[in-house]
């Protein structure tokens, strides 16, 4: 069978994907409907669909492209990133996804043994990205108790006092899986502590177009700041795999170093996908918007299912498509409390233990239609009214 000893421990020391084990909680259990992973309930674009199946059949669709992105989507994107994002200064790399465009950066930017700044709760996949190339020394700031928004004081103290210095802070906007906002004057202020300690700002804008309520999203940008962006949640192309990284022109060098990861990871994203994130941003923002304003409504009726843990314990929903939920002091094992209610209740959620806030939960209202959405939520109800008033009775099964 061999030996743990034999593996590498960067590896071992890496936590489980989360994912991974909510999947196996969904398959021990029976008739489950999931609120836990970060997916949307639509497809890619119809046009851009029909216009992939016509390109499968082009030869080139199956050969290596450039590591850095097809010529006409990194153009595409760049007058994007011009006009939407006021970023003026970026130069593009697509990736295989959000996350793969994270593990680009932190291998470019971070040396075993840095320091890194995250702020909880966090998105566990990026905590995973640093634990799994040797950035053990990751420091977790907190969030204001009331807007879970990154504490700018504790950071510009921590990147004054900590020796060396921090290598990097990073920060997703809205948040995962908070689904809070940073409003833009906040942001300035970290990219402006960052600049002064000389450290790098990773601001992952996945979720950049699921805004609610009237905000407005932003970016910063600076020779010490990174973008990230992703088609999966916009365009519903979670399985294509497409997401991109705009980094600083003027940072020499920059460029080639990242093309080192690249090659060496998926050598360049899928052909097909980038055509089909290509003809996607060419219907505009709107196709993205008109999809999102729905989301509203199961937001709403989400809340409405978190109501028995009282309306302070509810945070986030202004962006993104999270809410999260203080769970009773007493419940502060959320794995136990998250297994009990799949068995018990048939509804999947994400523990809050996964992203550094023990205690909490994560709950996604992206990924299921209205209808379905209302089931999901009458069902978390329920689970947690009993949760709330007897505890977690023993499942019939158990």
Not at 61 to 88: F, M, Q
């Given at each position: 069978m061999g030996s743990y000893g034999r593996l590498a421990r960067r590896a071992l020391e890496t936590e489980m994907p989360i994912m991974v084990k909510i999947q196996e909680i969904v398959r021990g259990s029976k008739n489950v409907l999931s609120l836990a992973q970060g997916v949307v309930y639509w497809q890619p674009p119809q046009q851009a669909l029909k216009k992939a199946a016509e390109l499968v059949w082009e030869?080139?669709?199956?050969?290596?492209?450039?590591?850095?992105?097809?010529?006409?989507?990194?153009?595409?994107?760049?007058?994007?990133?011009?006009?939407?994002?006021?970023?003026?200064?970026?130069?593009?790399?697509?990736?295989a996804g959000a996350n793969q465009a994270f593990v680009n950066l932190v291998l470019t930017l971070c040396d075993a043994g840095d320091s890194v700044v995250m702020f909880a709760p966090y998105y566990f996949n990026a905590y995973m990205s640093f634990q799994m190339t040797g950035v053990t020394n990751i420091l977790v700031g907190p969030g204001d108790p009331k807007t879970l928004h990154p504490d700018p004081d504790w950071l510009e103290k921590t990147l004054s006092e900590v020796k060396p210095t921090p290598k990097l802070v990073t920060v997703v906007n809205p948040g995962n899986p908070s689904g809070t906002y940073i409003p833009q004057p906040l942001l300035k202020r970290l990219a402006n502590i960052c600049e002064q300690a000389g450290s790098w700002l990773v601001v992952d804008n996945t979720y950049e177009y699921f805004m609610f309520d009237g905000l407005k999203h932003c970016c910063v940008e600076g020779n010490h700041i990174v973008n990230i962006f992703s088609f999966s949640k916009a365009y519903g192309m979670m399985g294509w795999r497409i997401g991109y990284i705009a980094y600083p022109t003027e940072v020499k060098g920059f460029g080639d170093q990242l093309l080192k990861v690249q090659d060496n990871i998926p050598i360049c994203a899928a052909i097909l996908s980038q055509h089909l994130a290509l003809n996607s941003l060419k219907l505009g923002p709107e196709w993205v918007t008109e999809q999102v304003k729905d989301l509203v409504k199961c937001r709403d009726i989400i809340l409405q299912a978190l109501s028995p843990l009282g309306l302070d314990a509810v945070k986030g929903g202004e962006g993104a498509i999270y809410l999260w939920a203080k769970l009773p002091d007493e419940f502060a094992d959320d794995h136990q409390v998250v297994l009990w209610l799949a068995r018990r209740h048939g509804i999947v959620v994400i523990p809050g233990s996964a992203c550094g806030s023990p205690g909490n939960i994560r709950i996604s209202f992206g990924g299921l239609v209205e209808d379905d959405c209302r089931a999901a939520a009458e069902r978390l109800r329920k689970g947690l009214e009993e949760l709330c008033s007897a505890g977690m009775v023993q499942c019939e099964d158990s």
């Open positions: 030869p080139s669709i199956s050969r290596y492209g450039a590591d850095e992105g097809i010529p006409e989507l990194r153009e595409a994107l760049t007058r994007k990133l011009n006009e939407e994002n006021k970023l003026y200064k970026s130069s593009v790399m697509v990736t």
